[in-house]
């Protein structure tokens, strides 16, 4: 690696040129340029192609821009260092650049105190001074406006551990480790040169009706190949990622980009359930022949995939199918009587389903089931995703007075509509959603009205110190919580990928479907196993009785804003229901 780059200021103009042996020629014999000599090769490695911060120093604190330069042929990339005195904005003091920072990477005020030498109190001064003068909210906002204007410090204030690797953390502890480990200097002058990158496409749904869903997705996957590239990539190589919108419901719109990430050649493909509405997709996915990883929950699909292995062993859902929520929902109200904090008044239940083959999961001996724990099905409804007329269903099923509502509908704003007349109908029962309750812009629609529903989900976050750090990196970086399924499942499916390549050792897609198919990874949403046929993950409990072999399908109450787990248990308890007042 080669680092060369000009100060404006600094530098006067002057060039300065660095390699990972620690051979440094400077021109302008500038404290700093040493410094940021180090930390251009730090940048290098992060593989980024772009970085800016607020570089400190004991004088005038300056700007930095680096850029990464891909080396032609045999020539090796390089990086270009700009500089200019930073002007620190709306009267922010250099101290409180050091608050924002750490506030940034996800610090309390306690651990700002310690590392500052200052106490508590007076980093929460700071702090409100801070949301006065950039006009934010709360600390996440602090934070989504310190990234996005470039207002980090380096070197971060008590140094890189315990904080969220976004790219300027991984790119100080390169530089640290170059600086202070001769051996680690060796072994990365020994690395190849830099080879091109992974790229990773992601077919995301960011206009049309489901789009809520696509920005988590998309959110999700981009969090993990950050995470992913400031730890030095996958063997040296850094991921790109290339994304393609497409309104879920428009098939041309679909093929056209799914054909973008195609003629882009990307190593492997992540989708959430668009496939399910345009099942061409996989033939697409078969026909390209590199990963394809996606979220249909659709049992039919995972059918295709055991059948005909041989055409589309590329394939892989990576979460269980729409059959376990049958399995879940039966179980829930058997659930619901044993525990007894509800009491039927005649163990009906009222069903409402999109109009879409996918949310079909009333079918294959429902209502037989149903019958088994001594319930009924008392009416039945076919929702159209557009132009539903919600009112006369909410008439219609308030009439037919059932126990329990299930609507298995993903469109937040349609079932929101529909959540609120139920409301006005004065309907008293339970009302169970497939997922769709579960999408955040559900309870921000309906604000206290949503509490009480109840949802189901085939994935979802379950507790664990990397899905608490999961949940304050994402709410760091874009200033808004993660919903508790998409987000998390977009970003074990990248990590999934980049797990795979490196057990692989290369991207070659026989090879890393090979890893997938015979290995068992751990994510956010639980266990990965892909072995037991059809390549989709087992479902605990109905799919597997061992927690450990499968994703736990959780079901929840929106309790004051905050879904609670209800089930199954180990995960949750029924007694945590609040029944609604009959």
Known sequence: MVISGWNKYMMSQSEFTADHHGH???LMGTAPAAE?????????????????FIFRTSGPWLAVRMERHRGRGDQQDHALVSTSYAVLPLGITKREIDVLTLVSLGLTNIEIAARLGTSPRTVSTQIERLLQKLDQRGRAGLAALAVDSNLLALPVPGGVDGVVPIAA????KFARMLAGNPDRVSALAALPPMRRPILLGT????SGNATDDGEEHVRGSALAVEEINANGGIAGRPLEHIVADADLFSPTDVRGAMQRLIDARVDAITTNYISAENPFILDMAADYG?????????EQHVELVRDQPERYWMIYQTCPSEKYYAMAFRRFLQELEDSRRYTPVNRRVAIVEMDSPSTRITGNGFESALSSVGWSICSKVSAPFRQTDWRRIARKISASNPDVVLVAHFIPDEIALFHRLLKEHDFTGLVHYVYGASIPRFKEL??????????????????????TKFHRDYLLRYGIEPGPSQASAAYDQVQLLAWSWARNGSTIPSGTCKVLREETYRGLNGIYYFGSGGQSPLSYPDGTADPTLGQVLITSQIQNGRSVVISPPLFGAMNRLQAPTR
């Open 169 to 172: 953390v991984g790119l100080e």
């Open 36 to 52: 940021l000599i180090q930390l251009a090769r730090g940048f290098l490695l992060v593989n980024r192609t772009e970085a800016q």
């Open 203 to 206: 077919l995301a749904s960011l």
């Open 24 to 26: 440094t020629t400077v």
């Open 446 to 467: 309906l604000g206290p009205l949503a509490d009480g529903a109840v949802w189901s989900s085939v994935t979802s976050r379950t507790d664990s110190a990397s899905a």
């Open 290 to 298: 590199h990963p394809f990883l996606h979220l249909d929950t659709f």
